[in-house]
Every structure is written in structure tokens, then in C-alpha cells.
């Protein structure tokens, strides 16, 4: 049995995540208390008492997200005496979800990664202004056909595959006068459904170019070490571990797609049976499933669920 770990993305926050995790374990609590210093801000209140339209802001959001994934990571360490190496073949993340994975494997400290988030967050956030940018999923369809719809729609504008999520559910983002015309356009090539996704920005295209630029200034001046296990890149759907490249793939992730759907087939193809989702949610668990139909993926974001899980991860 191979193994990988996951950590999700954005969209998969909610009022109250962390906190069972924080309640039960003190060295989950000590991961929300070393991001609440990092940050200088109590964003543990925010992540467990809302409002909700304050956690959803992206420069809340990135870190919350981050929090929690690590907080599962330091249970499973602390409590449990697990360890990546050994245990977990790769590791991968979808979008922010590439630095939690990275954290969760040494390449960064945990209070780098939380400010390194806060940076990335407030800078997509301001490289648009809002209204301007948007995203819509295209139901349905795969990358191929996303990628006709999204050259017919662009008529000038910005309209880019931002995430190739699973075989039938492909994201564009870029204008939204080009987003906009992605409906109408779809129905054509055979799209089921053009849903547009409630963002604040258009994230993963050429008009996030700004916020590439902010983090290549932010990932230059961060430490960044060789992961204890491989990490599955997003703009590369293949394994890196040499920390300059880690950085490279970074910048490049901000304007670049997510290539999850790829991602998830590299791992299967290199003989992971086992994904864990470890955070809040249950999102990547379910694309896995639509993904690679024959691999097993648990989510773990609850006491519960690690109790659950730990007679599959317990090492041998």
C-alpha cells in the first residue's frame, strides 16, 4: 500500500474548522497559537467564531486553510508518532494547498508558510480590481474542450484554464466580460453547465501577474528546505524537491493552472493506492474518487476522523 497526502485549496474553509482538533489535542492548539503569533492577528477567532465573509476573504482564507491541515499534521506527529518519511510516498496540494503540503514536509516553517499565505492572499486580492476578474466551472467537459471554449470566449480579453480539476470539471478565469460569454460558448461544445464560483479575484491567469511578482519577492527571502517526501507540483504535475525549482514552481502557480486532474494520475501511476486529505472539507477526496475510481481517499480534518483513519496509517 503507497501513500499520498493531500491538502485542500480554497472554497474548502467554514466557520468552526480546527476547533474539535484544537479542544482535543494541545498540540493542535499550539499550531493555531504559533499562526495567531505569526500573523500578529487572532485569526483563530476568526476561523471558529466567523463572521463567515471574514474567514472567506482570501487573505484570511489561505492561512486559515493552512492552519488546520497543519494541525491535523502535528496530531498525527505528536500524538501518534507518525512520520512522513517512510509512511507517505508524495505529497500535493491544490493551489494553496501546495504550501500546506510543503510545510507539512519541512520544506517551510510553519510561520513562514502562514505569512507567506497572508502575502499571496492580500496580493491576488489587489492585483484585480474588483469586478473586473472572474471564474466560472465548466460541467461536463474536459481540459481539451475547456481550453476551445476558453480561446472562443477570450475576443481579446484574458480567459485561461485556472484548474483541471477532474475529467469533467475544468475552472476559467480572466475577465469577466470574457467569463461571462463562457456560457453561451459552452453549450455548443457540449458543456453541461457553466457555474459561476462566488471569487474575489480572478486567481490562476495572466491577470494575477502582479501577485506572481509580490511572491517572488516574498519566496526570495524565506528559507525553503528539500522536502522530507516529494511534492507533486501543480504547474507541473510531476514531483520536485530541490528547494530553487520549489520556489520557481511557486511564482509560476500564481498565474499558471492547477493541473490537479494530472497531479492525482502521476501519483496513481506511480502506484498510490492511499490518498489522505488532510484539512478541512472533503473536496479533493471527492475528486480523487473521480479521478483514480480505484484508489482509496479518506479526509482528515476532525478528531474522528483521524481516530478512524489511524488503523490504515498506523506504521507497520
Known amino acids: 500500500m503507497a501513500r499520498a497526502f493531500i491538502f485542500p485549496g480554497q472554497g474548502s474553509q467554514d466557520v468552526g474548522?480546527?476547533?474539535?482538533l484544537a479542544d482535543a489535542f494541545p498540540s493542535a492548539r499550539a499550531v493555531f497559537d504559533e499562526v495567531d503569533d505569526?500573523?500578529?492577528?487572532?485569526?483563530?477567532?476568526?476561523?471558529?467564531?466567523?463572521?463567515?465573509?471574514t474567514l472567506t476573504l482570501t487573505e484570511n482564507a489561505q492561512p486559515a486553510l493552512m492552519a488546520v491541515s497543519m494541525a491535523v499534521m502535528r496530531v498525527l506527529?505528536?500524538?501518534?508518532?507518525?512520520?512522513?518519511?517512510?509512511n507517505v510516498t508524495f505529497v500535493a496540494g491544490h493551489s494553496l494547498g501546495e504550501y500546506s503540503a510543503l510545510a507539512a514536509a519541512g520544506a517551510f516553517s510553519l510561520a513562514d508558510t502562514a505569512?507567506?499565505?497572508?502575502?499571496?492572499?492580500?496580493?491576488?486580492?489587489?492585483?484585480?480590481?474588483?469586478?473586473?476578474?472572474?471564474?466560472?466551472?465548466?460541467?461536463g467537459v474536459g481540459i481539451?474542450?475547456?481550453?476551445?471554449?476558453?480561446a472562443e470566449a477570450a475576443q481579446g480579453d484574458v480567459c485561461q484554464v485556472a484548474n483541471d480539476n477532474e475529467p469533467t470539471q475544468v475552472v476559467l478565469s480572466?475577465?469577466?466580460?470574457?467569463?461571462?460569454?463562457?456560457?453561451d460558448i459552452g453549450k455548443k461544445y457540449g458543456v453541461r453547465r457553466a457555474v459561476p464560483l462566488p471569487v474575489s479575484a480572478p486567481f490562476h491567469c495572466a491577470l494575477m501577474q502582479p501577485a506572481a511578482d509580490a511572491m517572488a519577492e516574498?519566496?526570495?527571502?524565506?528559507?525553503?528546505r528539500a522536502p522530507s517526501v516529494p511534492v507533486v507540483a501543480n504547474v507541473l504535475a510531476q514531483p520536485i524537491s530541490d528547494p530553487d525549482e520549489i520556489r520557481k514552481r511557486l511564482v509560476e502557480q500564481v498565474t499558471g493552472t492547477v493541473r490537479w486532474r494530472e497531479c492525482v494520475a502521476t501519483m496513481a501511476a506511480n502506484g498510490i493506492t492511499d490518498f489522505y486529505e488532510i484539512g478541512a472539507g472533503k473536496v479533493l477526496a471527492s475528486l480523487i474518487k473521480r479521478t483514480a475510481g480505484t484508489a482509496n481517499a479518506s479526509s482528515l480534518g476532525t478528531p474522528a476522523d483521524i481516530e478512524l483513519a489511524w488503523n490504515s496509517l498506523s506504521p507497520s
Not at 499565505?117 to 473586473?132: N, W, Y
Not at 481539451?144 to 476558453?150: E, F, N, R, S
Not at 480572466?174 to 456560457?183: F, L, N
Request: avoid cysteine.
Open 218 to 224: 516574498a519566496l526570495a527571502n524565506v528559507a525553503v
Open 144 to 150: 481539451d474542450v475547456a481550453a476551445k471554449v476558453a
Open 77 to 86: 506527529e505528536t500524538e501518534k508518532g507518525f512520520a512522513l518519511p517512510g
Open 174 to 183: 480572466g475577465h469577466k466580460s470574457a467569463i461571462d460569454r463562457v456560457a
Open 115 to 139: 505569512r507567506l499565505l497572508r502575502i499571496r492572499g492580500q496580493a491576488m486580492q489587489k492585483a484585480v480590481p474588483v469586478g473586473v476578474g472572474a471564474m466560472a466551472a465548466l460541467l
Open 38 to 53: 505569526a500573523l500578529g492577528q487572532k485569526l483563530s477567532v476568526i476561523m471558529w467564531e466567523g463572521p463567515k465573509e
Open 17 to 20: 474548522m480546527g476547533k474539535a
